[in-house]
Protein backbone atom coordinates (compact mmCIF):
# COMPACT_ATOMS: atom_id res chain seq x y z
CA UNK A 1 0.00 0.00 0.00
CA UNK A 2 1.14 3.52 -1.30
CA UNK A 3 0.02 6.41 1.05
CA UNK A 4 -0.44 9.68 -1.41
CA UNK A 5 -1.94 12.50 -0.75
CA UNK A 6 -4.82 14.12 -2.93
CA UNK A 7 -4.71 17.32 -4.92
CA UNK A 8 -8.56 17.09 -6.07
CA UNK A 9 -11.51 15.33 -4.89
CA UNK A 10 -11.58 11.95 -6.05
CA UNK A 11 -14.72 10.04 -5.96
CA UNK A 12 -14.83 7.46 -3.06
CA UNK A 13 -11.03 8.42 -2.06
CA UNK A 14 -11.50 12.19 -0.35
CA UNK A 15 -10.93 15.67 -0.69
CA UNK A 16 -8.05 18.10 -1.70
CA UNK A 17 -5.47 17.84 1.18
CA UNK A 18 -6.37 14.04 2.12
CA UNK A 19 -3.23 11.39 2.99
CA UNK A 20 -5.06 8.30 2.11
CA UNK A 21 -3.98 5.20 2.06
CA UNK A 22 -4.40 3.18 -1.58
CA UNK A 23 -3.05 0.16 -3.71
CA UNK A 24 0.22 0.49 -6.01
CA UNK A 25 -1.56 0.18 -9.21
CA UNK A 26 -4.43 2.27 -8.22
CA UNK A 27 -1.40 4.71 -7.58
CA UNK A 28 1.20 4.41 -10.44
CA UNK A 29 -1.21 3.96 -13.10
CA UNK A 30 -4.41 6.47 -12.41
CA UNK A 31 -3.75 8.98 -9.65
CA UNK A 32 0.06 10.07 -10.21
CA UNK A 33 -0.14 10.30 -13.71
CA UNK A 34 -3.22 12.37 -13.89
CA UNK A 35 -2.05 14.66 -11.23
CA UNK A 36 -4.78 13.70 -8.95
CA UNK A 37 -2.29 12.73 -6.39
CA UNK A 38 1.32 13.33 -5.62
CA UNK A 39 3.09 10.82 -3.14
CA UNK A 40 3.30 11.33 0.63
CA UNK A 41 6.55 11.95 1.52
CA UNK A 42 8.73 14.37 4.09
CA UNK A 43 9.13 16.98 0.65
CA UNK A 44 5.51 16.62 -0.69
CA UNK A 45 3.93 17.27 2.09
CA UNK A 46 5.89 20.49 2.86
CA UNK A 47 5.00 21.84 -0.73
CA UNK A 48 1.41 20.87 -0.67
CA UNK A 49 1.21 22.78 2.84
CA UNK A 50 3.28 25.87 0.99
CA UNK A 51 0.71 26.01 -2.32
CA UNK A 52 -2.32 24.84 -0.64
CA UNK A 53 -4.02 28.30 -0.47
CA UNK A 54 -3.07 28.80 -4.00
CA UNK A 55 -3.96 25.22 -5.05
CA UNK A 56 -7.66 25.67 -3.49
CA UNK A 57 -8.13 29.27 -4.61
CA UNK A 58 -7.85 27.72 -8.18
CA UNK A 59 -9.77 24.73 -7.50
CA UNK A 60 -12.57 27.07 -6.11
CA UNK A 61 -12.16 28.97 -9.80
CA UNK A 62 -13.07 25.93 -11.25
CA UNK A 63 -15.71 24.78 -9.87
CA UNK A 64 -17.20 27.82 -9.81
CA UNK A 65 -16.75 27.98 -13.86
CA UNK A 66 -18.04 24.47 -14.09
CA UNK A 67 -21.40 25.50 -11.83
CA UNK A 68 -21.78 28.29 -14.32
CA UNK A 69 -21.44 26.38 -17.53
CA UNK A 70 -23.53 23.71 -15.54
CA UNK A 71 -26.79 26.30 -15.10
CA UNK A 72 -26.33 27.43 -19.07
CA UNK A 73 -26.46 23.79 -19.73
CA UNK A 74 -28.93 22.70 -17.68
CA UNK A 75 -31.70 20.49 -19.86
CA UNK A 76 -29.27 19.63 -22.51
CA UNK A 77 -30.86 16.78 -24.26
CA UNK A 78 -28.99 14.97 -27.49
CA UNK A 79 -30.12 12.86 -30.16
CA UNK A 80 -28.14 9.80 -31.65
CA UNK A 81 -29.71 8.40 -34.47
CA UNK A 82 -28.17 4.61 -34.12
CA UNK A 83 -29.76 1.59 -36.20
CA UNK A 84 -31.71 -0.83 -34.24
CA UNK A 85 -33.96 -4.26 -34.19
CA UNK A 86 -37.38 -4.16 -34.47
CA UNK A 87 -37.87 -4.62 -30.57
CA UNK A 88 -35.29 -1.45 -29.80
CA UNK A 89 -32.29 -3.23 -29.36
CA UNK A 90 -29.22 -1.54 -30.58
CA UNK A 91 -26.85 -2.93 -32.93
CA UNK A 92 -23.81 -2.46 -31.10
CA UNK A 93 -24.26 0.22 -28.20
CA UNK A 94 -23.50 4.05 -27.17
CA UNK A 95 -19.95 4.61 -25.98
CA UNK A 96 -18.77 7.88 -23.96
CA UNK A 97 -17.51 9.13 -27.13
CA UNK A 98 -20.29 9.51 -28.96
CA UNK A 99 -22.30 11.15 -26.07
CA UNK A 100 -19.02 13.52 -25.80
CA UNK A 101 -19.33 14.15 -29.72
CA UNK A 102 -22.88 14.55 -29.17
CA UNK A 103 -22.28 16.92 -26.59
CA UNK A 104 -19.98 19.05 -28.75
CA UNK A 105 -22.12 19.48 -31.42
CA UNK A 106 -24.80 20.86 -28.91
CA UNK A 107 -22.21 23.58 -27.55
CA UNK A 108 -20.95 21.22 -24.90
CA UNK A 109 -17.35 20.90 -24.89
CA UNK A 110 -16.44 17.71 -23.08
CA UNK A 111 -14.08 14.85 -23.26
CA UNK A 112 -15.49 11.15 -23.15
CA UNK A 113 -13.40 10.58 -19.65
CA UNK A 114 -16.52 13.04 -18.20
CA UNK A 115 -19.33 11.08 -19.46
CA UNK A 116 -20.04 9.09 -16.55
CA UNK A 117 -21.84 5.58 -18.14
CA UNK A 118 -22.89 3.37 -15.33
CA UNK A 119 -24.02 0.69 -18.00
CA UNK A 120 -23.74 0.69 -21.34
CA UNK A 121 -26.82 1.87 -23.30
CA UNK A 122 -28.20 -0.58 -25.55
CA UNK A 123 -31.58 -0.24 -26.39
CA UNK A 124 -33.36 2.90 -27.92
CA UNK A 125 -35.48 5.71 -25.78
CA UNK A 126 -34.52 8.55 -23.81
CA UNK A 127 -31.46 7.77 -21.01
CA UNK A 128 -29.81 10.20 -18.29
CA UNK A 129 -26.10 10.08 -18.43
CA UNK A 130 -24.03 12.21 -16.12
CA UNK A 131 -21.42 14.70 -17.41
CA UNK A 132 -18.61 15.68 -14.47
CA UNK A 133 -17.79 19.33 -15.81
CA UNK A 134 -15.53 19.25 -12.44
CA UNK A 135 -15.04 16.42 -9.81
CA UNK A 136 -17.36 18.18 -7.53
CA UNK A 137 -20.03 19.49 -10.14
CA UNK A 138 -21.81 16.98 -12.69
CA UNK A 139 -24.38 17.83 -15.53
CA UNK A 140 -27.18 15.44 -16.33
CA UNK A 141 -27.49 15.03 -20.17
CA UNK A 142 -30.49 13.19 -21.75
CA UNK A 143 -29.55 11.04 -24.61
CA UNK A 144 -32.44 10.30 -27.03
CA UNK A 145 -31.70 7.17 -28.76
CA UNK A 146 -33.65 6.62 -31.54
CA UNK A 147 -33.83 4.73 -35.25
CA UNK A 148 -34.80 7.96 -37.18
CA UNK A 149 -35.00 11.55 -36.30
CA UNK A 150 -38.84 11.25 -36.56
CA UNK A 151 -38.40 8.48 -33.74
CA UNK A 152 -36.22 10.91 -31.96
CA UNK A 153 -39.20 13.49 -32.11
CA UNK A 154 -41.99 11.47 -30.52
CA UNK A 155 -40.14 9.92 -27.80
CA UNK A 156 -39.01 13.81 -26.88
CA UNK A 157 -42.20 14.32 -26.28
CA UNK A 158 -43.34 11.16 -24.63
CA UNK A 159 -45.31 9.39 -26.93
CA UNK A 160 -45.17 5.73 -26.38
CA UNK A 161 -43.99 4.20 -29.15
CA UNK A 162 -44.20 0.56 -28.10
CA UNK A 163 -47.40 1.11 -28.11
CA UNK A 164 -47.58 2.68 -31.38
CA UNK A 165 -45.79 -0.01 -32.87
CA UNK A 166 -48.19 -2.95 -30.88
CA UNK A 167 -51.33 -1.43 -32.81
CA UNK A 168 -49.91 -1.23 -36.04
CA UNK A 169 -48.74 -5.14 -35.84
CA UNK A 170 -52.71 -5.77 -34.73
CA UNK A 171 -53.89 -3.85 -37.62
CA UNK A 172 -51.57 -5.95 -39.79
CA UNK A 173 -52.54 -8.85 -38.34
CA UNK A 174 -56.04 -8.17 -39.01
CA UNK A 175 -55.94 -7.07 -42.47
CA UNK A 176 -53.57 -10.26 -42.66
CA UNK A 177 -56.59 -12.60 -41.77
CA UNK A 178 -59.15 -10.82 -43.38
CA UNK A 179 -57.05 -11.23 -46.78
CA UNK A 180 -57.22 -15.23 -45.58
CA UNK A 181 -60.19 -15.62 -44.64
CA UNK A 182 -61.48 -14.05 -48.48
CA UNK A 183 -58.69 -16.80 -49.86
CA UNK A 184 -60.41 -19.24 -47.83
CA UNK A 185 -63.89 -18.59 -48.75
CA UNK A 186 -63.04 -17.65 -52.96
CA UNK A 187 -61.51 -21.71 -52.99
CA UNK A 188 -64.59 -23.10 -51.84
Known amino acids: MIE??????VDKLGQMG?????R???????LLPQGKAIRANAANLARFESE???LEAQNLKRREEAERIAERMDGLSVVLIRQAGEG???????????????CANAGLTVDRQQVLLDQPIKLTGLHTVRVALHP????????????TSE?????????DLRAEQ????????????????ELGAASE
Open 4 to 9: VILMQR
Open 18 to 22: DRVTV
Open 24 to 30: PGYARNF
Open 52 to 54: RAQ
Open 88 to 102: GNLYGSVTPRDIADA
Open 136 to 147: EVELPVTVNVAR
Open 151 to 159: EADKQARGE
Open 166 to 181: EAEDESLEAELAAELS
